[in-house]
């Protein structure tokens, strides 16, 4: 891959495969350059807000797969009637072969890392019983909380602006060094 | 606010719809998209709508500062103490399986099965998201009576 | 579908580099609102509901109305500066540079074989069905179930969060007459 620097003609399917990454860096150095150009602190935190907002539309586009849904199960694939223990049993013998199917059926080309054989996920997901295919559910779940965190996160950068607000009457960067040398 | 009737009669209507959506939200998180996270912040929206159409004190009257206090730490306390009650019954922290029971899972009504409780892992994650929901409400309200607090007092 | 990406990832481009440029802070917070909405758009898209979701109640909602409240207790406009930000520009398109390098060995987007896809073996939608008997929601039996104890340390991020706002905002009434700061003497 190292040739790559020197063969910087991008091909089609390059573009294809990688443009949702660089929609995202384009979007990341935005909310960068107002964190490290501006001096108004709301302006500073309106660049991480977006810088962050980019964070999560990376992490979302990397769980994307193509032709999937949401990783919400339809009613095919859902045990509704599970509440007894005998079922569930039954459910779980039910996805053993299954698994042990697939790590029969690993192609050659997928290089296992470690022990455990990787397998593509279409025969992954078509062990529902609808054969959809479903996005993956983990960059979404840590982005659900990286939001709700986020939003804490910057409750607390304004109020600690409201207060220097309060102490210092303003809220440039340059003028509130200019008062610390002061005093 | 009070020379914008347009607003007031608007947010009126919208603001019971808003609450139920959030409740909406937050109990069948487990079915839909949702969960305590979106359905705190959905319920903690209305009750700013509110706050800023008419007013913050009209605001501390339907939610006073003191109980929105409390629910910070209860809805932490719900989540912990659902870890700590599956500890008590013989199983790991939060390891909701020791949590199934037989108890009304499930009633037939005129031959249709009905669910009542949600049993096991279920009811695990529904106490989990009841616990979220709570705090992240009564913190997103908190956030909002402190900042709006300021403003009255510094003018 | 296609087109609708295109619309969506332009307006992003677009709104993001209009906050960067304005200087009217009122402007800036409400593109602020409106990047978020067309990311949650995106990420809507993106087969991610309840992101979304989260992203539209969080980021164009709450996250709008306290930057608003800051504004309205600071001030509304920014400090004007003639310079133009070489050196920023500069460092912001040297890192997106060496960024945009890095993705070349990226699995590429929508990839079935990605490694995130692929690991663990079998993933969290497989599993789910007989650990969770029937939860159709896989998002939240992993928030809730597989990951409870990161769930749980980010409630009490939240929680910690609620208290420090509450310690660095809240006027006691006793402690204002001590507190003898410029601005408090209308309390």
Known sequence: ?????????????????????????????????????????????????????????????????????APILGPEDAHHDDHSHDKSHDAEHAAHPFLNQISEQTPAQNVSVGNEPTAPLEVLAEAGNSGLIYSNPLPSVLMLTAIVVGIATTALALALIVRIREDYGTIEEDEILILDRES | MNSFPIVRIVSKILIPYILLFGLYVQFHGDFGPGGGFQAGVILASALILYGLVFGIPAAKAVAPPWIVEKFIALGVLVYAGTGVATMLLGGNFLDYDVLEHHFLTEITVGGQTLHMLPSGQHLGIFLVEVGVGITVTAVMLMIFYCFAGRETSSE | MIYIDIIILTLLAVTAVTVARIRDLWAAVMFTGIYSFLGASWMLLLDAPDVAFTE????????????????????????????????????????????????????????????????????????????????????????????????????????????????????????????????????
Request: charged residues 15%; aromatic residues 8%; proline residues 4%.
């Open chain 1, 1 to 69: 891959m190292s040739n790559d620097l020197w063969q910087l003609a991008i091909t089609t399917e390059q573009f294809k495969g990688l443009y949702n990454y660089w929609i995202v860096i384009f979007l990341m150095m935005t909310g960068f350059f107002i964190v490290i150009s501006r001096k108004n602190m709301i302006k500073t935190v309106i660049g991480l807000n977006i810088f962050q907002t980019s964070v999560f539309l990376l992490y979302i586009t990397m769980g994307k797969v193509n032709n999937g849904t």
């Open chain 3, 56 to 187: 539209a109640a969080v980021g164009a909602g709450i996250s709008t109305v306290l930057l608003l409240v800051t504004l309205a207790l600071t001030s509304k406009t920014e400090k004007t500066s003639v310079s133009v930000p070489i050196v920023p520009l500069l460092v912001v398109i040297g890192t997106g540079a060496a960024l945009i390098y890095g993705t070349l060995d990226m699995p590429h987007f929508g990839d079935p074989d990605a490694p995130v896809h692929t690991h663990p073996n079998p993933g969290f939608v497989e599993r789910s069905q007989p650990d969770m008997h029937g939860l159709p929601n896989v998002v939240t039996a992993v928030l809730a179930s597989y990951r409870g104890y990161d769930t749980l340390g980010e409630t009490a991020v939240i929680f910690t969060a609620g208290i420090g706002v509450l310690l660095i905002l809240r006027r006691e009434k006793t402690s204002t007459e001590a507190d003898d700061s410029t601005t408090e003497g209308t309390s």
